[in-house]
């Protein structure tokens, strides 16, 4: 079956430009996260969905940083004026709820920002 | 300050034989703990999971353990086998999973034929 999809796999921008990653969930999937793993590191939190709301942005590391999920569905995570230290691999998850239920990843796209 | 530690970057471990890879974790409010894969390029997977009403959980040649009393878990491979080798992060949340996962920085494991 379809697992999650996410686009691009590969994105290489200059510093100062705006980007956006794009993340679709298993269908049926209510919860949505965000993720990133810089080198070396565990992966870091960013932002959850439940539905189209986002009950948690913690992790969201600046104000630069923006997310948005329509129809319950398709998320876009969004970076504007990259720096280099936004260079990461960006993981999507979708899984059933909240709730006892594992997440589900994507591939990542991994953003280089030069 | 992590909350959830996997204090062993790497292990090597001969096929065939058992892998033991450790978590330890420091939020008490813990209650749902997963274990994910990774290979290169490719997103994390799911492997097995355990409430906090339990104190093991047995999935084929994968079983993770619980000790609630150290904060800690493990995850056993019996028998190790080369396509085991991969990225192996430990996860955890608050509210029966009711929170974001936070994981650790995981354990490269490499099963040597």
């Known amino acids: 079956g379809a697992g999650v999809s996410q686009s691009p796999s590969n994105k290489v921008t200059e510093k100062g430009k705006d980007v956006e990653l794009r993340c679709d969930p298993i269908?049926?999937?209510?919860?949505l996260y965000w993720y990133r793993q810089s080198l070396g590191q565990g992966l870091e939190f960013l932002i959850y969905?439940?539905?189209?709301?986002?009950?948690?942005k913690s992790g969201l590391p600046s104000d630069r940083f923006s997310a948005e999920r329509t129809g319950g569905s398709v998320s876009t995570l969004t970076i504007q004026r990259t720096q280099q230290e936004d260079s990461a691999v960006y993981l999507c998850?979708?899984?059933?709820?909240?709730?006892?239920?594992?997440?589900?990843f994507g591939n990542g796209t991994r953003l280089t920002v030069t | 300050d992590q909350q959830v530690k996997q204090n062993s970057p790497s292990l090597s471990v001969q096929e065939g034989r058992i892998s033991i890879l450790n978590c330890d974790y420091t939020?008490?409010?813990?209650?749902?703990f997963l274990w994910y894969k990774k290979y290169p390029a490719e997103g994390p997977t799911f492997l097995i999971s355990?409430?906090?009403?339990?104190d093991k959980n047995e999935d084929g040649r994968f079983t993770v353990f619980l000790n609630k009393s150290a904060k800690h878990l493990s995850l056993h491979i019996v028998p190790s086998q080369p396509g085991d080798s991969a990225v192996y992060f430990c996860?955890?949340?608050?509210?029966?999973?009711?929170?974001?996962?936070?994981f650790g920085k995981g354990t490269r494991l490499s099963v040597i034929a």
């Open positions: 969905f439940q539905g189209n709301s986002a009950p948690d």
């Open positions: 269908s049926g999937h209510t919860a």
């Open positions: 939020n008490s409010m813990f209650d749902y």
């Open positions: 355990i409430s906090s009403i339990k």
């Open positions: 998850a979708s899984s059933r709820g909240t709730g006892p239920y594992p997440l589900h």
């Open positions: 996860a955890a949340s608050e509210g029966g999973g009711n929170t974001p996962l936070v």
